[in-house]
Nanobody
Framework: QVQLAESGGGLVQAGGSLRLSCAAS????????MAWFRQAPGKERESVAA??????????ADSVKGRFTISISRENAKNTLYLEMNSLKPEDTAVYYC??????????????????WGQGTQVTVSS
């Protein structure tokens, strides 16, 4: 099993920045791919950004391209996923979830590709 714990959410004004972190613990796998999803009130969960097992492939939702950056750190066999969010907009307000799944290949933006999910962290952007 893999446990995921997000942190770094909060309240920020439009145009501001936040950095989300997701610490993975438990079993470690070479082919762990990770991603960020978000869910706003009354809306379905949507993909934000994804990174593949090697870190060499990244994908972004069109709504965040050029503003958000996904990255991963692998130290002492522990993976930590990051999401650097700049130029935040009120429409970025949502609960942000970290996800992980075992897969080779490129980054995946589909929820079905991920088996492990964090509890989420709230991001609120005020206008």
């Amino acid at each position: 099993q893999v446990q995921l714990a997000e942190s770094g959410g909060g309240l920020v004004q439009a145009g501001g920045s936040l950095r989300l972190s997701c610490a993975a613990s438990g079993r470690t796998f070479t082919n762990i791919a990770m991603a960020w999803f978000r869910q706003a009130p009354g809306k379905e969960r949507e993909s934000v950004a994804a990174i593949n097992w090697s870190g060499g492939s990244r994908e972004y939702a069109d709504s965040v391209k050029g503003r958000f950056t996904i990255s991963i750190s692998r130290e002492n066999a522990k993976n930590t996923l990051y999401l650097e969010m700049n130029s935040l907009k009120p429409e970025d307000t949502a609960v942000y979830y970290c996800a992980a799944g075992r897969r080779w290949g490129g980054a995946a933006m589909s929820m079905g590709q991920y088996d492990y999910w964090g509890q989420g962290t709230q991001v609120t952007v005020s206008s």
